[in-house]
């Protein structure tokens, strides 16, 4: 069936710098991706989107490339901080499904000093 | 500004009793709401949701049920609940295609 899916389960990196996280997705319908982070015991919380016209979004220290020939997301975090520590989930779903995003299984995030 | 809430934040149930988590939106009217559950280590498994009042699809047959009693009211429910229904269960509302989540209720069943 359609899934999306991480690359890497653990991802150790050092504060200051750069992170990068990748997302697989195989549904070639999808056309909107979110990037969602998630601390301990808490619920995910919107980091960024991209809908599937562009390429490339930036926000605040975080960049996400989507390269939709080989179904590829990634999120990048500048000058990675201790509080980035967390799991990072991408999620995808297509104006047919409305809403019912599609998660990936997370990667977790550990940045140490 | 949207504010999400949900309880209870955690709670040890025995197996075969009766469960309630409840969830409000305030600061927008007619979201569309969503329960997800996510199991120790693993990602968001959508269960319910819902685009108005009474209207509720289920995306897994299982030993839950949700209901929506107002607009921007929604709530888990089981009559009697089983040991592997044990997890982390997600409110979540929106307006378009962005999903935003409550803070999440621990279950235990035990």
């Known amino acids: 069936g359609e899934s999306v899916g991480l690359h890497l389960p653990t991802l150790s990196v050092q504060e200051g710098d750069n992170s990068i996280i990748n997302c697989a997705y195989s549904?070639?319908?999808?056309?909107?991706f979110i990037w969602y982070k998630q601390e301990s015991g808490k619920g995910p919380q919107f980091i960024i989107d991209?809908?599937?016209?562009?390429d490339k979004r930036q926000g605040q220290r975080v960049t996400v490339l989507l390269n939709k020939t080989v179904k590829h997301l990634s999120l990048q975090i500048a000058a990675t901080q201790p509080g980035d520590s967390a799991v990072y989930f991408c999620?995808?779903?297509?104006?047919?499904?409305?809403?019912?995003?599609?998660f990936g299984a997370g990667t977790q995030v550990v940045v140490t000093p | 500004s949207q504010t999400i809430h949900q309880w209870p934040a955690t709670l040890v149930q025995p197996v075969g009793s009766p469960l309630s988590l409840e969830c409000t939106v305030e600061?927008?009217?007619?979201?569309?709401l969503y329960w997800y559950r996510q199991a120790a280590g693993r990602g968001l498994q959508l269960l319910f949701y819902?685009?108005?009042?009474?209207?509720i699809s289920s995306e897994v047959p299982q030993n839950l049920s949700a209901s929506r009693p107002q607009d921007r009211q929604f709530i888990l429910s089981s009559k009697k609940l089983l040991l592997s229904d044990s997890g982390f269960y997600l409110c979540?509302?929106?307006?378009?295609?962005?999903?935003?989540f409550g803070e999440g209720s621990w279950l235990t069943v035990v």
């Open positions: 979540a509302w929106s307006e378009q295609n962005t999903i935003y």
């Open positions: 549904n070639s319908a999808s056309d909107y």
């Open positions: 991209i809908r599937s016209n562009m």
């Open positions: 999620a995808e779903n297509h104006s047919g499904s409305w809403g019912k995003l599609q």
């Open positions: 600061g927008t009217s007619n979201p569309n």
């Open positions: 819902s685009v108005g009042i009474g209207q």
